[in-house]
């Protein structure tokens, strides 16, 4: 079968490509921008890509005629507070119009529950685009989900920062909802399982693990699971807007993501029925064991995907290739080299370990402060680590930056900050030969915007110097 899939590069996408993947299936994938894909990790031939915006098409954009299915997955929840619903409901169209000139049978759509009687903008936004998928003459199977629980969910990962770092949790009322998570696992399970099973067209079904917990439930659970002690109290006065700074402030998601979660979170989300199982028979699987698979997952260093890594997670708008040349005409630069001794190996495995856990080799506690006045200014932090502790992928996100490039064969990597500046600012490592020996050449570059700019440079000049010093010494002899 050929199969059209779409967000192939966000969180479930790259679950839901290797299983279609390993049973056979022609799979075309679509993309925003192809620098982010790495097609080459999959060992196939069954695998091929097509760079498309659905929220811009052009005139000279199709989709294969030939497919017999397609899953959309593009989601928009993370993108601003108040503006996703028209982006989500602008490429929905637009994906139809592309769908009904091909002779697809089946459209998979995963979308979110939406059984209560007033719903968040996110669900509403959700809803919508159901209307719009279902007015399509290709048949459309609606999949309607509520938490999702794994290792680089947004759910999960919000969860483990709160229970981790609060011993003691001051939180609002909407704890006491109700909602039904559910396994990634399971959710992958669910929609492989309604491919082109005819008894799915035109239905829609919420699906969820064996559980309705309340939030607090959850965080307790988890609790429990790191045999944590952890104090839960909840208070009436705590607004959505005090809610969303809390989430904002104490986990690694961005504020707009914060205010539409906390939107959501107050609409209980609990499957109205479990008509999915006349169609998909699958063990569910509880809040526990899907916490326990998720660490599994981490330990083992097999995280296949992460919300943070969704280019919407950051910068839609932001194009790799657009960012691959770094600028030189009005940049500041910081430039250093320095010699390898070392073995060569050693010092890209450093490099390719950057950020996160191992931190960035020298002056940690400067990069930490400089997390939380990003945090204070309303950007993303330090908190979002890296979601593979020695693997990178154009597109992936390590702390506040972003991997632009990166080419372990060439010892090349090119990162672009993605915190709150007056500017522009790229981080390079690049490993040349010189006269039979190898040198560790690293270059911070920044482009101002006005005066604030050039100011925001010379102040942190003294800083620079001290941090980039120790951190190309470091990265050169630590073993």
């Known amino acids: 079968m050929k199969i059209l899939l779409t967000g192939a590069n966000g969180y479930i996408g790259k679950r839901l490509l290797p299983v279609l993947l390993e049973n056979g299936h022609e799979v075309v994938a679509t993309v925003r921008d192809k620098n982010r894909f790495d097609i080459h990790k999959y060992d196939t031939g069954l695998l091929e890509t097509m760079e498309i915006d659905l929220l811009h098409v052009k005139e000279s954009d199709a989709f294969p005629d030939d497919i017999d299915a397609a899953f959309y997955l593009i989601h928009s929840m993370g993108a601003n507070r108040g503006g996703f619903s028209d982006l989500e409901s602008q490429t929905a169209a637009n994906f139809v119009e592309l769908m009904d000139q091909t002779r697809a049978q089946q459209i998979v759509f995963l979308s979110g529950i939406s059984n209560a009687d007033h719903l968040s903008e996110h669900l509403k936004s959700r809803k919508k685009v159901e209307n719009l998928l279902a007015a399509s003459k290709v048949p459309l199977t609606t999949l309607r989900a509520g938490i999702i629980v794994g ?45 082109h099973v005819s008894g799915t067209y035109n239905q829609t079904f919420d699906i969820g693990g ?99 890594d969704a280019m919407i997670a950051g910068n839609r708008h932001l194009s790799l290739q657009s960012l691959i040349e770094v600028p030189t005409y009005g940049c500041f630069k910081d430039y250093k080299q320095i010699k390898i001794t070392n073995d060569i190996n050693n010092v890209i495995d450093n490099i390719w370990s950057i950020g996160g856990e191992r931190g960035w080799y020298y002056g940690n506690f400067l990069w930490r402060i400089r997390g939380v006045l990003d945090k204070m200014a309303g950007g993303i932090g330090l908190r979002r680590g890296r979601t593979n502790f020695a693997m990178i992928e154009p597109g992936d996100v390590i702390d506040f930056w972003r991997v632009i490039y990166a080419n372990r064969a060439e010892g090349r990597l090119l990162l672009y900050a993605e915190m709150k500046l007056p500017g522009e600012a790229w981080l390079a490592f690049n490993i040349t030969k010189e006269n039979h020996e190898f040198i560790l050449q690293q270059t911070a570059t920044f482009r101002p915007k006005g005066v604030w700019g050039r100011i925001y440079w010379f102040l942190l000049l003294p800083f620079h110097g001290f941090i980039f010093n120790g951190m190309i010494r470091n990265l050169e002899r630590y073993k």
């Open 151 to 195: 290792s680089g969910s947004a759910s999960f990962e919000i969860i483990r920062d709160l229970v981790e770092k609060l011993p003691v949790m001051i939180t609002p009322q909407w704890l006491k909802t109700k909602c039904q998570p559910i396994a990634i696992r399971n959710v992958i399970e669910y929609l492989y399982g309604v491919l």
């Open 210 to 308: 064996p559980e309705i917990l309340t939030y607090k439930q959850m965080l307790l659970k988890f609790a429990a699971f790191r045999k944590l002690k952890r104090l839960i109290i909840t208070l009436p006065v705590m607004t959505p807007r005090l809610s969303s700074y809390w989430l904002y402030f104490v986990t690694s998601t961005s504020y707009n993501l914060a205010v539409n979660l906390v939107n959501s979170m107050k609409i209980e989300v609990v499957c109205k029925n479990d008509d999915i199982k006349n169609y998909v028979n699958i063990e569910r699987i509880d809040y526990t064991h899907a916490i326990k698979q998720a660490f599994e997952r981490i330990e083992q260093n097999l995280v296949l995907s992460s919300w943070k």
